[in-house]
């Protein structure tokens, strides 16, 4: 009987824990992009401007740049800036690998204009606004690693080389959920197309 409720109230809680964690994700702002075609495994779309703010380091890789860009961004949402302001985390958190260092960019929640927001105390952390582009798309589940994400880069680039899309630049990852969310995880590689409906 013992074992019994045991097990009954692991399952409970891990459910309970799902559920938040679902919902909570459901509640998060979501950066704003229009699906302008979809196919099979992925999809083009167009992304406008949003203001970022971005820390950028001489590391290669996405278990140096993870947790350190992190800590670094998290710090300047969570109060670290002249006015001690919060402001709210937004999906998803931008990653790129250039092979001369790494960037990691946390977009603003659109209530936000970029010269509104607080200067960061640390000066590694940089607020900008994106440029407009057009991307292809390609999402997958589970944790990301950097195997994983080179993985998903190269079937993205199988992809659109049989489609004969052409991309330009770095594949980058998209992580949309917290680290404790262990279900339901939501992560995507990016590249910049050229794409027909693009400004000359």
Not at 13 to 21: D, E, G, N, R, Y
Not at 75 to 82: D, V
Not at 99 to 114: A, D, H, N, Q
Not at 173 to 185: A, H
């Amino acid at each position: 009987m013992e074992k019994f409720t045991f097990k009954y109230g692991s399952v409970f809680i891990l459910v309970t824990l799902l559920i938040s964690a679902f919902m909570a994700f459901g509640k998060t702002e979501k950066q704003t992009y229009r699906v302008v075609q979809r196919e099979k495994e992925f999809e083009i779309r167009f992304y406008p401007p949003s203001v970022m703010a971005t820390v950028r380091m001489e590391v290669n890789s996405y278990s140096e740049m993870s947790g350190r860009g992190f800590r670094k961004l998290a710090g300047y949402i969570f109060g670290g800036n002249e006015s001690e302001t919060s402001i709210a985390m937004t999906a998803p958190v931008h990653m790129n690998f250039t092979g001369k260092g790494s960037s990691m960019s946390f977009v603003m929640p659109s209530s936000w204009e970029l010269d509104k927001l607080p200067t960061p105390k640390d000066s590694g952390v940089v607020l900008e606004n994106s440029k407009e582009e057009y991307v292809a798309a390609i999402r997958f589940g589970g944790y990301a690693s950097d195997s994983v994400i080179q993985k998903q880069s190269a079937r993205l680039q199988k992809l659109l080389e049989e489609k004969g899309i052409a991309w330009y630049g770095n594949f980058r990852f998209l992580g949309y959920n917290p680290p404790f969310q262990p279900v339901f995880r939501r992560n995507e590689i990016i590249v910049s197309v050229r794409w027909k409906d693009a400004p000359e």
